[in-house]
């Protein structure tokens, strides 16, 4: 596979970065436009290597340290969608790529849905996952107490809280890979701590600053998707939400919680590589038949 590119950017003042992947593509033109993944509010751009796997014999995968994530520099406080977005847009035109596909996960979701709203003829194609339109009071609860150990200098509490409070721990419902999936973002958590000044600032804007998820879209396919028992955002209002995309469609995937892409990574990144290639999406492991818009389809 070709080696990977990485450059820096800035916006208003901000330094970012981004990496691409050049599409490992032997037998001639891509498959599709380009692919940006933007994650979570600690998700940076070396988190995302089952998307290099199933996209990169396809075409460039793009993946961002944006302002607030990674080793980018942190966002000022107040409003940052439109410094992001003016971020996004700084990657494509300095790749020189008039279009395309976005996927967005988590905190990552309210950056491409803005993307895909402002500049629509941009966005090829459009995949959100665990999309945080609303985050209830029991889940912002687990916050504040992450927030009072860490301000008593506790580290590892707070990464075990903020951590617990993004997982669904009911025994009842079923998530495959739970404790696995635990120890590591406990651990993502507790290792951005300890290496970026502005972890914690990025998880209390992801968590408590609220994006803008109305207004609609269309022009642009759409593919939301949510892990069954995610307790962030339920999948009925990130179902609800998707209604709001002309034309979307919703699905869900079965044991799992707002981690999905941890619980089942390689599921994920094929459903998002046949959706972005135009493909049916019930060939891909354990994946439903195409949905109408906004439809529940759980994964068999």
Do not use: K
Not at 172 to 186: D, G, K, N, T
């Amino acid at each position: 596979m070709p080696e990977e590119i990485i450059r820096s950017l800035t916006v208003d003042g901000l330094s970012y970065g981004y990496r691409v992947l050049p599409g490992d593509r032997a037998a001639g033109a891509p498959a599709t436009e380009p692919v940006l993944v933007i994650g979570g509010a600690l998700q940076g751009m070396f988190g995302w290597p089952q998307m290099d796997d199933h996209l990169g014999p396809l075409t460039d995968v793009v993946t961002a340290d944006l302002p607030g994530m990674g080793t980018a520099d942190p966002l000022p406080p107040g409003p940052s969608a439109e410094v992001l977005r003016a971020a996004v847009t700084g990657i494509l035109d300095d790749l020189d790529i008039a279009r395309v596909n976005l996927f967005g996960f988590s905190y990552g979701a309210a950056i491409a849905f803005s993307c895909a709203r402002h500049d629509p003829g941009r966005v090829a194609r459009l995949v959100l996952g665990g999309v945080p339109t609303h985050i209830d009071e029991d889940r912002l609860a687990y916050w504040h107490r992450a927030q009072r150990a860490l301000s008593e200098g506790d580290p590892e509490r707070f990464a075990a809280l903020a951590a617990d409070g993004l997982m669904c721990l009911d025994p009842a419902r079923p998530v495959h890979r739970r404790e696995l999936a635990r120890r590591y973002v406990r651990r993502s958590f507790l290792h951005a701590l300890t290496h970026s000044a502005h972890a914690a600032d990025s998880l209390h804007r992801a968590l408590a600053d609220r994006p803008d998820f109305t207004g609609g879209l269309s022009g642009v396919p759409a593919l939301v998707f949510a892990g069954e028992h995610d307790t962030v955002t339920p999948p009925e209002l990130q179902r609800e939400f998707a209604r709001t995309i002309e034309g979307s469609r919703f699905l869900t995937l079965p044991e799992s919680d707002h981690w999905v892409v941890l619980e089942h990574s390689e599921e994920v990144a094929a459903l998002v590589t046949r959706f972005f290639t135009d493909q049916p999406l019930e060939p891909a492991a354990r994946l439903p038949h195409q949905t109408q818009p906004g439809a529940d389809v759980p994964v068999a």
